[in-house]
């Protein structure tokens, strides 16, 4: 039996699997059974912002395992103490309690539960097309209609007290207006979902700084500096879900620094760790960590974990040593000027957005069959050729967005190379 036949046989199929068995990675690269190679413009989801098989980090996990592993959150260690000292450092100024743990859900799970607590009960409004996570506070926050929003036999599970608003999304606007003259439609009817949708009180606001999974989407310039004086007049705490953007990804440390708007909560994960081990975080403002001191209310066994913090750790020293975040900008921008390239080209290429290395592009049907067909048809032929992108293409969502999120350490030849494959799959295509 094969290992892809055994995956099947054995392993609940609840993520789409691409029948491909990768047994090996250096760089920006996976190799599959055969020794081919697949450029990775995934990241892994953004996890793994310096490549495959970074020596360096590994080395520093093996001397960890010799060291201290398995130590809960129930004590004190070096490694959780100076993870604890440098995630305060590089955040925004403001946020100077943290708290770690395992998944981006699990962190979200986390933020929502401070600001029910320091504000005393409350709605959370989020918005839709954006995505926070699989677990039922985090799933309950997202805007994406996941199958969990869309089975009632398992909705049941979502908790109440959760509200969505028209997401900030330019190309595909949900009043059909334009940018230049909406008057920024979106934030006034935030203010109205608050206003009526809010009951008596709002704990929080909670959203992704740029909505990744829902297609890239970014707010237009304002939007969260709007967002800020919104939470401040009605009272609620404002938290940017930076599990996807932070850690260099849009091309500054954090996607909030671009538009210097600080949140009262701020979550990351997947590259905080490199992606070699799990691990996420919560930041806050002191008076709202302080306001939790001695209150058990979220744990697990493996958060705070020294693995987890001294991969964190090495992670970070390497990405600030080696100037990834500014690579992240200036290759980004390079990426971001290719694709608008290939929208020049092909008619089917609507939209290019993104910041850094968070780019992505939304695509339209070519008159013979249906965007969606064709999103899935590009996806399956760039995979073909060697290139790993995800795809966000949901009917419901009514959108088809190519979405890709590389490493930190990508260079201009590799978006080169990943462009002339893209180019390479739509011809192809739209033969």
């Known amino acids: 039996m094969t290992t892809l036949e055994k995956d099947k046989k054995y392993l609940i199929q609840c993520y789409t699997t691409d029948d491909l068995v990768f047994v090996k990675g250096k760089g920006m690269y996976l190799y599959d059974e055969t020794g081919k190679s697949y450029l990775d413009f995934s990241g892994q989801f953004s996890a793994c912002t310096l490549g495959h098989g970074n020596e360096e980090l590994a080395e520093a996990l093996r001397a960890q395992l010799e060291k201290i592993v398995s130590v809960t959150s129930c004590f004190a260690t070096e490694e959780r103490a100076a993870l604890a000292e440098k995630m305060v450092e590089i955040s925004p100024e403001g946020l100077d309690k943290v708290m770690f743990g395992c998944t981006g859900s699990d962190a979200n799970e986390f933020a929502l539960k401070l600001a029910k607590y320091y504000r005393g009960g409350g709605r959370i409004i989020s918005f839709r097309r954006g995505f926070h996570g699989s677990t039922a506070g985090a799933a309950a926050a997202t805007g994406k209609s996941e199958m969990i929003q869309e089975h009632s036999a398992i909705s049941e599970l979502l908790p109440r007290g959760f509200v969505h608003s028209a997401p900030p999304y330019c190309y595909h606007c949900d009043f059909g207006k334009e940018p230049k003259s909406c008057g920024m439609q979106c934030l006034k009817y935030l203010e109205q979902t608050m206003l009526h949708e809010g ?25 969260w500096k709007g967002v800020r004086k919104l939470c401040d007049k009605y009272g609620a705490l404002l938290i940017f879900d930076e599990v996807v953007t932070g850690i260099g990804q849009t091309g500054t440390m954090f996607a909030c620094q671009y538009e210097e708007v600080t949140p009262d909560i701020l979550v990351t994960g997947k590259g905080l760790t490199g992606g070699y081990v799990p691990g996420s975080a919560v930041l806050c403002r002191k008076e ?15 958060s705070c974990y020294p693995m987890t913090c001294r991969s964190a750790l090495k992670n970070l020293e390497i990405i600030e040593r080696d100037g990834l975040v500014d690579n992240s900008s200036a290759t980004g ?12 080209k092909y008619d089917v290429i609507k939209d290019v957005r993104g910041r850094g290395l968070l780019q992505g592009f939304e695509i339209e049907g070519d008159g013979r069959e249906d965007k969606y067909a064709l999103g899935q048809k590009l996806y399956e032929e760039m995979l073909k050729n060697g290139l790993i992108t995800e795809l966000e293409s949901r009917r419901n969502l009514e959108n088809v967005v190519v979405v890709m999120h590389p490493a930190l350490i990508t260079s201009r030849e590799n978006v080169d190379e990943a462009v002339e494959i893209i180019d390479k799959s739509l011809q192809s295509c739209l033969k």
């Not at 921008?333 to 020049?344: C, D, G, S, T, V």
Request: aromatic share 6%.
């Open 199 to 223: 009951g008596d009180r709002i704990a929080a606001v909670i959203s992704e700084p740029i909505f990744a999974a829902g297609g890239v989407i970014v707010p237009p310039e304002g939007f």
């Open 333 to 344: 921008a390079y990426l971001h000027q290719k694709l608008n390239e290939l929208k020049e």
């Open 288 to 302: 709202i960590g302080e306001a939790m001191d001695q209150i058990n209310l979220h744990g697990h066994t493996h």
